[in-house]
C-alpha cells in the first residue's frame, strides 16, 4: 500500500508487468494497448486508454505510461495518473494496470492529511517563529500553550509515521527472507528430484536385464526342447527301422518254410488232402497275422510322428511367445502329449493282442504238426526234421520281434517322460521368471508412485512457500510497490531524520531545553532573547 496527501497533483506510479500465462515479466509491451483504471473508495471505476511518453524522465502527463528498461528494470513501467484519482473526498483508491495477455497489476493507495514534507515544513515555520518573532508575539501562556499543542500534535505524527516506517522495514526484511526459503525449497525439490530419478532409473536398468535374462533362459529352454525333439525323433526313427528290419526277417523265415512245405507237398508223402489243407491254411494265416502287425505297426509310428511333431509345433510356438503363456497354448501341450501317451498306449496294447494272434496260430500249427506225426504218414526224418526247424525259426524271429518292440516301447517311453519332464522345467523357469519380471515391474511401479508422491509433498511445502511469499510482497506492494535500492535507501534516510528531529524535539522539552526555558520565563514574567544564529537562549529576571 502507498500513501498520498489527499489532493495530490501529477502522481507517477511503477508497476510491474508480467504474463498472465507464466508469470514472467513483459518486455516491449505496446503501451498504446494498456488500460489505466483507477477505482475510488465506493465508487465506479474509471478507465482511460494510455499513450505513450517519449522519454523516462519526460514530464508527468495523464494517463501515459513508458517502459522504464527491459536489460536492468525488465517488466517494470512508469505509469502517470489524472489528479482526479487523488481528489478529495474518500480515504484510498486502487490503481489498476491491465492488457491483453497481461495479470492485472494493483496498486492501493491510501489519502492522508499530510505527508513528510508537510511535516518538515510544519517544523521548519514552528522553530522560525520562535526565533524571529518577538517576545510579545508570545506574552499570553495562552498563546504558548497553543504552539505546545501544536508541538505535540507534531510529535504524535513523527510517532506514527515513524511506526509505519519501521513495519514497512520488516515487511522488506520478511520478503528477502521468506524469498531466501523459497529459493532453498526450490532447491531441495530439484535435489530430490534428481535421487528419485537415479533410484527409477536404477530400477528400469534391472528390469531391463531381468527381462534380456529371462529372453537368455527362454531360448536356452528352447534348445533343450529342441535337441530332446530331435533324440525323439532319432529313437522313432531306429524303431521304425527296427520294426521293419524284423518284419524282413519274419518275411523271409515265413517264404522259407513256405517253400519247404512247397518241396514237402512235391515230394509226396502220404498226406490227405484235409492235412495239406490244414497245413497250408495254418501258414497262411500266419503269413498273414505277421503282415497286419507289420502294417498296424507302420501305421502306429506314422500317427505317432504326427502328433510328436504337432508337440515340437506347440513347444516352438511356445518358445517364440516367450513367458505370456495363453491357456490355449498350455492347453494344447498338455493334449499333444495326452494324445502321444494314449497313442503309445494303442500301439503296445496292438502289439500285444496282435502277438496273443500270432502265438495262437503258431500253436494250431504244431497241433496239426503234431496230429499229422501222430498219424504216421511216410515222413522221412530229414522232412520232420525241415518242418520242425522252419517252424522253430518262425517262433524265434516272432519272440525276437515281441522282445525289441518292448525294448524299443521302454526307450520311447523314457525319451516320452524326459520331454515332459524337460517341458515342465521350461514352464516352472518361465514362470518363475515371469513373477521375477512382474516384481520388478511392481518395484518400478511403486518406486514412481513414491516419486510422485514426495513431488506432490514438496510441491505443496513449495507452494505454501510461495504463497507466502505473495502474501508478503502483496503486503509489501501495498504499503509501497516496487522499491528500488534508491527509495528503500531514500526511505531509511527519512526515518533516520525523523528519529533525529524527534530526539531534537524531546531535548527542547526536557528540563533546562530551549521549549522550556520559553515556557519557564513567560510564566515567571521575565523578558527573553533568543538567538537567531544558534541555540542559546537567555533570560533576564
Given at each position: 500500500?502507498?500513501?498520498?496527501?489527499?489532493?495530490?497533483?501529477?502522481?507517477?506510479?511503477?508497476?510491474?508487468?508480467?504474463?498472465?500465462?507464466?508469470?514472467?515479466?513483459?518486455?516491449?509491451?505496446?503501451?498504446?494497448?494498456?488500460?489505466?483504471?483507477?477505482?475510488?473508495?465506493?465508487?465506479?471505476?474509471?478507465?482511460?486508454?494510455?499513450?505513450?511518453?517519449?522519454?523516462?524522465?519526460?514530464?508527468?502527463?495523464?494517463?501515459?505510461?513508458?517502459?522504464?528498461?527491459?536489460?536492468?528494470?525488465?517488466?517494470?513501467?512508469?505509469?502517470?495518473?489524472?489528479?482526479?484519482?487523488?481528489?478529495?473526498?474518500?480515504?484510498?483508491?486502487?490503481?489498476?494496470?491491465?492488457?491483453?495477455?497481461?495479470?492485472?497489476?494493483?496498486?492501493?493507495?491510501?489519502?492522508?492529511?499530510?505527508?513528510?514534507?508537510?511535516?518538515?515544513?510544519?517544523?521548519?515555520?514552528?522553530?522560525?517563529?520562535?526565533?524571529?518573532?518577538?517576545?510579545?508575539?508570545?506574552?499570553?501562556?495562552?498563546?504558548?500553550?497553543?504552539?505546545?499543542?501544536?508541538?505535540?500534535?507534531?510529535?504524535?505524527?513523527?510517532?506514527?509515521?515513524?511506526?509505519?516506517?519501521?513495519?514497512?522495514?520488516?515487511?522488506?526484511?520478511?520478503?528477502?527472507?521468506?524469498?531466501?526459503?523459497?529459493?532453498?525449497?526450490?532447491?531441495?525439490?530439484?535435489?530430490?528430484?534428481?535421487?528419485?530419478?537415479?533410484?527409477?532409473?536404477?530400477?528400469?536398468?534391472?528390469?531391463?536385464?531381468?527381462?534380456?535374462?529371462?529372453?537368455?533362459?527362454?531360448?536356452?529352454?528352447?534348445?533343450?526342447?529342441?535337441?530332446?525333439?530331435?533324440?525323439?525323433?532319432?529313437?522313432?526313427?531306429?524303431?521304425?527301422?527296427?520294426?521293419?528290419?524284423?518284419?524282413?526277417?519274419?518275411?523271409?523265415?515265413?517264404?522259407?518254410?513256405?517253400?519247404?512245405?512247397?518241396?514237402?507237398?512235391?515230394?509226396?508223402?502220404?498226406?490227405?488232402?484235409?492235412?495239406?489243407?490244414?497245413?497250408?491254411?495254418?501258414?497262411?494265416?500266419?503269413?498273414?497275422?505277421?503282415?497286419?502287425?507289420?502294417?498296424?505297426?507302420?501305421?502306429?509310428?506314422?500317427?505317432?510322428?504326427?502328433?510328436?511333431?504337432?508337440?515340437?509345433?506347440?513347444?516352438?510356438?511356445?518358445?517364440?511367445?516367450?513367458?505370456?503363456?495363453?491357456?490355449?497354448?498350455?492347453?494344447?501341450?498338455?493334449?499333444?502329449?495326452?494324445?502321444?501317451?494314449?497313442?503309445?498306449?494303442?500301439?503296445?496294447?496292438?502289439?500285444?493282442?496282435?502277438?496273443?494272434?500270432?502265438?495262437?496260430?503258431?500253436?494250431?500249427?504244431?497241433?496239426?504238426?503234431?496230429?499229422?506225426?501222430?498219424?504216421?504218414?511216410?515222413?522221412?526224418?530229414?522232412?520232420?526234421?525241415?518242418?520242425?526247424?522252419?517252424?522253430?525259426?518262425?517262433?524265434?524271429?516272432?519272440?525276437?520281434?515281441?522282445?525289441?518292440?518292448?525294448?524299443?516301447?521302454?526307450?520311447?517311453?523314457?525319451?516320452?517322460?524326459?520331454?515332459?519332464?524337460?517341458?515342465?522345467?521350461?514352464?516352472?523357469?518361465?514362470?518363475?521368471?515371469?513373477?521375477?519380471?512382474?516384481?520388478?515391474?511392481?518395484?518400478?511401479?511403486?518406486?514412481?508412485?513414491?516419486?510422485?508422491?514426495?513431488?506432490?509433498?514438496?510441491?505443496?511445502?513449495?507452494?505454501?512457500?510461495?504463497?507466502?511469499?505473495?502474501?508478503?510482497?502483496?503486503?509489501?506492494?501495498?504499503?509501497?510497490?516496487?522499491?528500488?535500492?534508491?527509495?528503500?535507501?531514500?526511505?531509511?534516510s527519512d526515518l533516520a531524520a525523523i528519529e533525529a528531529d524527534a530526539s531534537d524535539l524531546q531535548s527542547d522539552w526536557a528540563d533546562g531545553g530551549r521549549l522550556d526555558v520559553i515556557l519557564d520565563a513567560v510564566s515567571g514574567g521575565g523578558t527573553m532573547n533568543i538567538s537567531t544564529e544558534g541555540t542559546n537562549v537567555s533570560t533576564e529576571g
Amino acid at each position: 500500500m502507498a500513501r498520498v496527501k489527499k489532493g495530490a497533483t501529477d502522481q507517477t506510479f511503477n508497476f510491474k508487468l508480467v504474463d498472465s500465462s507464466d508469470g514472467t515479466p513483459e518486455s516491449d509491451y505496446t503501451i498504446t494497448d494498456l488500460d489505466l483504471t483507477y477505482v475510488r473508495n465506493r465508487a465506479a471505476a474509471v478507465k482511460n486508454d494510455a499513450t505513450a511518453l517519449s522519454t523516462v524522465s519526460d514530464a508527468h502527463a495523464d494517463n501515459k505510461a513508458i517502459q522504464i528498461d527491459k536489460t536492468n528494470a525488465l517488466g517494470l513501467y512508469r505509469v502517470d495518473w489524472p489528479d482526479a484519482a487523488f481528489a478529495s473526498g474518500v480515504d484510498r483508491v486502487d490503481l489498476i494496470v491491465s492488457g491483453s495477455g497481461l495479470d492485472p497489476a494493483v496498486l492501493e493507495v491510501e489519502f492522508t492529511d499530510f505527508n513528510e514534507s508537510d511535516l518538515e515544513d510544519y517544523l521548519s515555520d514552528i522553530y522560525s517563529d520562535l526565533t524571529a518573532t518577538a517576545l510579545s508575539d508570545l506574552a499570553t501562556a495562552a498563546a504558548l500553550s497553543d504552539v505546545k499543542s501544536e508541538l505535540v500534535v507534531v510529535s504524535d505524527a513523527i510517532s506514527d509515521v515513524k511506526s509505519e516506517l519501521v513495519v514497512i522495514s520488516d515487511q522488506v526484511d520478511k520478503v528477502y527472507s521468506d524469498t531466501t526459503v523459497v529459493e532453498t525449497g526450490v532447491s531441495d525439490v530439484l535435489v530430490k528430484q534428481d535421487s528419485d530419478m537415479v533410484i527409477v532409473a536404477a530400477d528400469h536398468d534391472k528390469t531391463q536385464s531381468d527381462i534380456a535374462d529371462l529372453s537368455t533362459k527362454v531360448d536356452s529352454d528352447a534348445v533343450l526342447a529342441d535337441a530332446d525333439h530331435d533324440k525323439t525323433q532319432s529313437d522313432i526313427a531306429d524303431l521304425s527301422t527296427k520294426v521293419d528290419s524284423d518284419a524282413v526277417l519274419a518275411d523271409a523265415d515265413h517264404d522259407k518254410t513256405q517253400s519247404d512245405i512247397a518241396d514237402l507237398s512235391a515230394a509226396g508223402s502220404d498226406w490227405s488232402a484235409a492235412q495239406k489243407s490244414d497245413i497250408l491254411s495254418d501258414l497262411a494265416a500266419i503269413e498273414t497275422a505277421v503282415g497286419s502287425l507289420s502294417t498296424k505297426q507302420d501305421s502306429d509310428m506314422v500317427v505317432l510322428a504326427a502328433d510328436h511333431d504337432k508337440t515340437q509345433s506347440d513347444i516352438a510356438d511356445l518358445s517364440a511367445a516367450g513367458s505370456d503363456w495363453s491357456a490355449a497354448q498350455k492347453s494344447d501341450i498338455l493334449s499333444d502329449l495326452a494324445a502321444i501317451e494314449t497313442a503309445m498306449g494303442s500301439l503296445s496294447t496292438k502289439q500285444d493282442s496282435d502277438m496273443v494272434v500270432l502265438a495262437a496260430d503258431h500253436d494250431k500249427t504244431q497241433s496239426d504238426i503234431a496230429d499229422l506225426s501222430a498219424a504216421g504218414s511216410d515222413w522221412s526224418a530229414a522232412q520232420k526234421s525241415d518242418i520242425l526247424s522252419d517252424l522253430a525259426a518262425i517262433e524265434t524271429a516272432v519272440g525276437s520281434l515281441s522282445t525289441k518292440q518292448d525294448s524299443d516301447m521302454v526307450v520311447l517311453g523314457a525319451d516320452h517322460d524326459k520331454t515332459q519332464s524337460d517341458i515342465a522345467d521350461l514352464g516352472t523357469k518361465i514362470d518363475s521368471d515371469a513373477t521375477l519380471a512382474d516384481a520388478d515391474h511392481d518395484k518400478t511401479q511403486s518406486d514412481i508412485a513414491d516419486l510422485s508422491t514426495k513431488q506432490d509433498s514438496d510441491m505443496v511445502v513449495l507452494a505454501a512457500d510461495h504463497d507466502k511469499t505473495q502474501s508478503d510482497i502483496a503486503d509489501l506492494s501495498a504499503a509501497g510497490s516496487d522499491w528500488s535500492v534508491a527509495q528503500k535507501t531514500k526511505i531509511l534516510s527519512d526515518l533516520a531524520a525523523i528519529e533525529a528531529d524527534a530526539s531534537d524535539l524531546q531535548s527542547d522539552w526536557a528540563d533546562g531545553g530551549r521549549l522550556d526555558v520559553i515556557l519557564d520565563a513567560v510564566s515567571g514574567g521575565g523578558t527573553m532573547n533568543i538567538s537567531t544564529e544558534g541555540t542559546n537562549v537567555s533570560t533576564e529576571g
